[in-house]
């Protein structure tokens, strides 16, 4: 029977919330772990109570925007779980703490599990989800392909519902390793959301570059003839991209500097030589325009990034006098194997000529035949060459003059000569340079300058 004073304090609420439950062995009622009610369970009863929830009930509801909603339930993805531990520490604390319970008392717990289920199942299954498959698209603002007409324009953004499909498969995946019983994909951030919309700036600034890159022209000039580079062309080479910059399309940059090397290079090219003897010759030769393709395209794709129009020059690695008529204009050297005659024009006129030695034709050193370009002149120079076992070489010869064009062949005095021409290059010539006499050397020496042809004939 109640005494007076208990049920007074019954009757005042003061411990409405709090009755003390005398087995220490099992879980105060209102107790749950990991969403499942185990009151009055020891700790492994509670254990299995919980893993046979999970691994044959289970289900996760999955919460959509306006209202939309599905549900993955355990079973089609082979899912199961495994309490890790814990519970003992959960009833030990409820001990220590008085076995207080009741609507005022948060008696819910957590415990680590581990969850098993089927990778593929559940990435197939999420595949199929109505809130998947019947999404519509979010896209960002922004820039058309080129219209003739309207030039480049801004598509605006469009907001949908698409699920970001790695986003949703982690937040799934960590309900399921929580074992929770819902998710809701807004408060976990699996939607795609707008990144740009249609007033943002730099979006807009790109939009006036690639405009202003489309309205300009380029102008190649080569001589007597041009390649024009139309906006219409340039157009048709510009993205948007993803950086700050409009992107350039460098295959077809680089193709129209192709086009244009293929038309307008000509070192290795053959030429028709005129000689002084009268006859033409047909030759080859490293002398000559050689456009830098690589670096051309790089130059060009910079300027159309500027966007104004203008002419251009492009990048060479080999120029040469002319681009009309032979590229190796009017002013050039002259050297007539078969004559043994060396000859200088400047602008179409001959202004110096000297007999000379070519190479050793006995040997198999001969003077090749080619359109060169002078590498550079050099004063008091020692030609030396190939180095010997016993580290000597093979001659050591100095010279006032050095004008190199063709590897280690050149023009130069030879004052161990007394006589040059005639028929002694057969069986007395050089290594494969062109021998001078030394009297006259420095005339031509004068005259010569970096790249000038020299023009080599038999």
């Known amino acids: 029977m109640l005494t007076a004073a208990l049920c007074a304090l019954l009757v005042t609420g003061g411990v409405t919330a709090a009755y003390a439950q005398d087995d220490t062995g099992t879980f105060v009622s209102g107790t749950k772990i990991n969403h499942v009610g185990v009151a009055a369970m020891t700790p492994a009863e509670a254990e299995e109570r919980i893993e046979s929830f999970y691994n044959g009930s289970y289900t996760l509801t999955i919460h959509g925007r306006d209202g939309a909603e599905t549900s993955l339930s355990g079973p089609e993805i082979g899912y199961r779980v495994e309490v890790a531990g814990g519970l003992e520490e959960i009833l030990q604390g409820q001990n220590e703490g008085g076995r207080v319970s009741g609507p005022s008392v948060d008696n819910r717990y957590q415990v680590p599990m581990t969850a098993v289920y089927d990778e593929a199942a559940l990435k197939e299954r999420l595949a199929a989800l109505p809130l998947v498959t019947g999404a519509s698209p979010t896209a960002d603002a922004s820039i058309a392909p080129w219209d003739e007409e309207t030039g480049f324009v801004i598509l605006p953004e469009t907001q949908g519902n698409e699920l970001d499909g790695e986003r949703l498969e982690q937040a799934v995946k960590q309900a399921l390793a929580d074992g929770a019983s819902s998710l809701d994909l807004e408060s976990a951030g699996c939607y795609i959301e707008i990144q740009v919309r249609a007033d943002d700036p730099a979006l807009n600034a790109k939009k006036d ?59 290795g090219t053959a ?120 580290g000597s070489y093979e001659y050591e010869s100095p010279v006032d003059y050095w004008m190199p064009f063709n590897g280690g062949i050149g023009l130069h005095d030879a004052n161990w000569r007394s006589k040059f021409g005639g028929t002694i290059y057969e069986t007395n010539g050089s290594h494969g340079c062109v021998n001078l006499p030394p009297s006259q050397v420095k005339e031509l020496y004068d005259y010569l300058y970096k790249n000038v042809p020299v023009i080599c004939h038999s």
Not at 225 to 230: M, P, S
Not at 240 to 252: F, S
């Open 271 to 390: 030429r028709v030589f005129h000689t002084t003897r009268g006859t033409d010759v047909t030759l080859t030769g490293p002398y000559g325009w050689t456009i830098d393709q690589a670096a051309e395209t790089d130059s060009l794709i910079a300027a159309i990034r500027a966007g104004e129009s203008g002419s251009r020059e492009p990048v060479y690695t080999s120029q040469a006098a002319s681009h009309d008529g032979n590229d190796y204009g009017t002013t050039y050297v002259e050297v007539d194997i078969a004559g043994q005659h060396v000859y200088f024009y400047k602008d179409g006129e001959l202004v110096w000529d000297a007999p000379c030695v070519t190479g050793n034709l006995a040997k198999n050193y001969g003077t090749p035949d080619g359109i060169y370009g002078l590498y550079y002149k050099q004063k008091d120079k020692v030609l030396r060459g190939a180095k010997q076992a016993d």
């Open 209 to 267: 570059a690639m405009n202003r890159s489309a309205s300009m022209s380029l102008t190649y000039t080569f001589g007597e003839r041009q390649e024009v580079l139309e906006g219409a062309v340039i157009a048709s080479w510009l993205k948007p991209g993803t950086g700050a910059e409009m992107e350039v399309d460098r295959e077809a940059a680089a193709a129209f500097v192709k086009t244009l090397a293929e038309t307008y290079d000509t070192a």
